[in-house]
């Protein structure tokens, strides 16, 4: 009840700082960000999963309305997915990027021994780009043998 006067106080004062985060302690605003966030995130994932389940309930019910009219019975929409080696050469370039500018920064910064750091992401995102060019290789050589035979 305390807050929700400050916030009011504030409200018709005009104040500069929200008095919410004024009255409250570094520690707990600390312990308030991570608990927010998880908090969010959780919420996120309900909600996607809510509107996947009614997206599939508004299928099924279509397709019932369509057998008791008599319809042909509409097909399911196809989705189509990207290979997997399309996401592990996106994901490559932005590790291979992310893993060059941490370098670049800690080595400018400190030294030698701080810009070893910046690496680790680099091996990652070159280690990706490689994995999507032989996923790349192998798929194409299932096309073309699936084709010819």
Same mark, same amino acid.
């Given at each position: $009840?305390?807050?929700?006067?400050? /916030?009011?106080?504030?409200?018709?004062?005009? *104040?500069?700082?929200?008095?919410? @985060? =004024? #009255?409250?302690?570094?520690?707990? !605003?600390? /312990? $308030?960000?991570?608990? #927010?966030? &998880?908090?969010?995130g959780i919420a996120v994932a309900i909600v996607a999963i809510v509107m996947g389940a009614r997206k599939k309930e508004l299928e099924h019910k279509e397709?019932?309305? =369509?057998?008791?009219?008599? !319809?042909?019975?509409?097909?399911?929409? +196809?989705?189509?997915?990207?290979?997997?080696?399309?996401?592990?050469?996106?994901?490559? @370039?932005?590790?291979?990027?992310?893993?060059?500018?941490? #370098?670049? =920064?800690?080595?400018?910064? =400190? *030294?030698?021994?701080? *810009? /070893?750091?910046?690496? &680790?992401? !680099?091996? &990652?995102?070159? *280690?990706?780009? &490689?994995?999507?060019?032989?996923? +790349?290789?192998?798929?194409?050589?299932?096309?073309?043998?699936?084709?010819?035979?």
């Open positions: $009840m305390d807050v929700l006067i400050s /916030v009011i106080e504030w409200l018709i004062k005009g *104040g500069d700082s929200m008095p919410i @985060f =004024a #009255t409250m302690n570094a520690e707990t !605003l600390a /312990v $308030m960000i991570p608990i #927010t966030s &998880i908090m969010g397709r019932l309305i =369509a057998m008791e009219k008599g !319809l042909t019975i509409p097909e399911s929409p +196809k989705t189509e997915t990207r290979p997997a080696y399309q996401s592990n050469r996106s994901g490559g @370039f932005v590790m291979t990027c992310i893993g060059i500018a941490i #370098t670049v =920064a800690l080595w400018t910064t =400190a *030294g030698a021994e701080g *810009g /070893v750091w910046g690496l &680790i992401p !680099l091996a &990652i995102g070159i *280690g990706l780009l &490689i994995s999507s060019a032989v996923e +790349k290789k192998e798929t194409d050589q299932k096309d073309t043998r699936s084709r010819a035979g």
